[in-house]
């Protein structure tokens, strides 16, 4: 009988040291996997084109600027704001956010912004009120980018807006106004 006691209690024991063998090891690994700021740069990108708030904001700095899309920079949260309403207005949205070269930190590449205009356009958070659903598609010009990022977040995005692109290519196409 105390043999098989002594049987069991080793027994036990191998399955504790094994469990916590392997739960050290998946904690090791999960903390050795740290992405790469190029893996940040296309996640970060990914997430604003299909709204996944989380991934955002977990890869997003508290000081972040967006320079270019609209008429004075947009920090974190505006451009959040920016792009929830962006994406709930407008059904058929992609971005095509492409990198294309990159340094350390410093990635360019380029978005070409389309959709089509399927639900109320909440754009009072920049002074422009509620634009009613026009049913129209648009397809805005290619747009050159760079995104940057510091210490594992993006810091900067600074976009480079053609005269007939960013928010004012999309009013303009809607016919809402703007230059074409």
């Not at 700021?37 to 000081?63: H, Q, R």
């Not at 956010?97 to 590449?109: A, D, Y």
């Amino acid at each position: 009988m105390k043999a098989i006691n002594i049987f069991c209690f080793l027994i036990m024991l191998c399955i504790v040291t094994t469990t916590f063998a392997q739960n050290s090891n998946n904690q090791s690994n999960k903390k050795s996997k740290k992405m790469t700021n190029l893996e940040i740069a296309l996640k970060w990108g990914e997430s604003t084109k299909v709204g996944d708030w989380n991934t955002y904001n977990a890869l997003t700095s508290d000081d972040f600027q967006l320079i270019g899309p609209a008429p004075e920079p947009l920090g974190k949260e505006a451009y959040m704001t920016m792009l929830k309403s962006l994406l709930a207005a407008n059904s058929q949205h992609d971005n095509n956010f492409e990198m294309t070269s990159h340094s350390e930190n410093v990635f360019s590449g380029h978005v070409q912004m389309e959709g089509k205009h399927t639900g109320n356009w909440d754009l009072s958070f920049m002074g422009m009120g509620v634009i009613s659903p026009t049913n129209k598609s648009w397809k805005n010009p290619k747009e050159s980018l760079t995104v940057t990022v510091q210490n594992g977040k993006v810091v900067k995005c600074e976009v480079e807006v053609p005269a007939n692109g960013g928010l004012a290519g999309i009013m303009s196409q809607l016919g809402l106004g703007g230059k074409n």
